[in-house]
DNA sequence: CTCCTTGCAAAATATTTGCAAGTAG
DNA sequence: CTACTTGCAAATATTTTGCAAGGAG
């Protein structure tokens, strides 16, 4: 109906190189680590290219941005309906298997919101390597060597 | 165990402004919005102050940090189990009720993971102000009156 | 050829931080 | 008094954008 509007189309190398590393990856990069990647191939293209195409990518729905990810936004190109796990202190992000089934919305009604359109499981948790650094970081405060 | 390292208890006025006006809405400010409104009451108040104790009162369990809010943080100051509906267009959140029950993390593992803290279920919508823009935008591509 | 796309640089946003002065306890 | 806090301004961090040149279809 409103397709009048979503005239990007071409398939650029910046594009396919773009989807073709993210869909390489299962560590949900940033724009910037993506495009520290994607500059191995193509040493000449820009971090904006990099942020123009992951927005097409994502209205056109073939990647999905998980903005629940602190601070900077990162980027799935498994389309497979799943969950994820953040790491609450370095911001690491996994995938939870089996997925599980999200949340029924139809009987959800929100005084000010017109259609409530999806829901989604999110977990917090602790990775190994911020665990591991907090245990040092614990047995340093127990046993003080200095002043 | 290692309360030497909370060293920040002082209440001062400014921190106890921006509690309160937090805890007066229901509307999940960004810190920027909540600066315009404690300024109505402390003028002369910075926005850092604003960022540093909205930090410290997270961080001291006073009140939530919503990071799942796009790309600019939002924060609550009621502290029941609930969850969000999150405006994909403009980003607005609202309250859901009644609460649901938060799924279950104890036989989650995620390789990778030392430990998994907590779960969230999330919403996603469109309220219905941007509803109501989207519409007119429909009609008036439907009904072009220029060029 | 057309106009979508890129590279580059500057701008826009959002958040953090250094420092000297202020103030709660 | 001590040292946590603040205001101010500068610094970071992340994302977006204007523009002329490049390239896909």
Redesign the pocket.
Known sequence: MSDLHH?????????SVILEELRKLDTHP???ELYQIVRLR?P??????V??????LTESGQIMRLESAG???RFDANMQPHQHVRCVCCGAIADIFPPVMAPETDRIHVPGFARILQSRIEYDGLCEKCAAAKASEEAAAYYPNSA
Chains 1, 2 share one sequence.
């Open positions: 005239p990007q189309t071409r398939m650029t190398q910046q594009r940033t724009a910037d193509l000449r293209i820009s971090l904006g290219t942020y123009r195409n992951l927005v097409f601070n900077t936004n």
